[in-house]
């Protein structure tokens, strides 16, 4: 069963967004450039997600880990979604891809892979 790994929230100012979310919310903000950072749960409780500037995804995502990105992309397909985009490597051992649900709406998945 897939949990969810994270959340994705496009903004227009990471600036303003990065005060809201850690004033309001309580999150740490760890930037990564000037388009993209990490909100961070202070105390390692619930899940963590990033804020960047508004693109490709101009809604808020939730993404969510799997077993192997092929079989959920697979499974999103035969169930009336459908893949968006390639599936893009994380880092070494890890990619990911958006899918969009029955309903249209993206969701993002991401998986592990044994390093070779």
Known sequence: MAKVEHFEIPVDDIARA???YTSVLGF???PWGDEMGMLRQPRSEGINGDLHLRGATPHPTVVFTVDRIEDTVARAVAAGGE?????QPLS????WVYIKDSEGNLIGVFD???AA
């Open 18 to 20: 990065q005060a809201f």
């Open 28 to 30: 740490d903000y760890e």
């Open 83 to 87: 893949q968006v985009g390639d599936i």
């Open 92 to 95: 070494e051992n890890s990619r």
């Open 112 to 114: 592990e892979i044994a």
